[in-house]
């Protein structure tokens, strides 16, 4: 049993071949559309492998496609229920906080005609962080922020480049408690002058020295 990732309308659940379509002629980027469903698409899928891939499975007719990036949704999954009028079926997803992480990176790999797809990143980014932050979940967040950008000069910058897009668009977001995470703050505390800094930071509002409102009219 070969275990598959399928992207549909921009979001990737885990399935199995079984009761997979036999008439994929192979090509790259293999897709399932249902006649019966104009809206189904099913695109399958795979993370980057050395060599550029494509994934050849010969015994479902598939050549999936490799995605860069996608490896960090596939971390920490965690599992959801699919329901229709013929029953329901458990399936993997990715973890809510991961999976706004890598829309907000892969956003910013669309090519110029998918600037529609892109600006969809960023607004499906958005709605599961303003969910995760309302949850009291933006530890979460800030914790897969970290591991992002501490993959890489690569990986900081699209990850940096995605957030400038979000904030444009919605700025409420920009709040310390999803982007600053513990692992960051250890990080700094291991610079004794870092640390000094950010104790006389925390010192000065107590001893009066924090920056005064001006009071002076115009």
Known sequence: ?????????????????????????????????????????????????????????????????????????LEQTTQAVLMSNEGACLVNIPAPQRYAIHKLIVQGERPIEQRVKAHKDVEQSAALLQCLLAASQADLVAAAWWDATNRGWGWRQRCVQGRRALLARHPELATAELWESPEETAHLLRSPANAKRLLAATEQPARGRGVRP???KP
Request: proline share 7%; glycine share 14%.
């Open 1 to 73: 049993m070969t275990r598959l990732w399928a992207e549909q309308g921009g979001d990737f659940i885990e399935g199995t071949d079984k009761g997979a379509n036999t008439e994929f002629s192979g090509k790259t980027g293999a897709q399932y559309r249902n006649p019966a469903d104009p809206e189904l698409r099913l695109d399958f899928v795979t993370p980057q492998v050395r060599g550029g891939g494509p994934v050849v499975l010969p015994e479902l007719g598939l050549a999936l496609e490799c995605l860069k990036f996608m490896e960090f949704s």
């Open 214 to 216: 001006n009071n002076k």
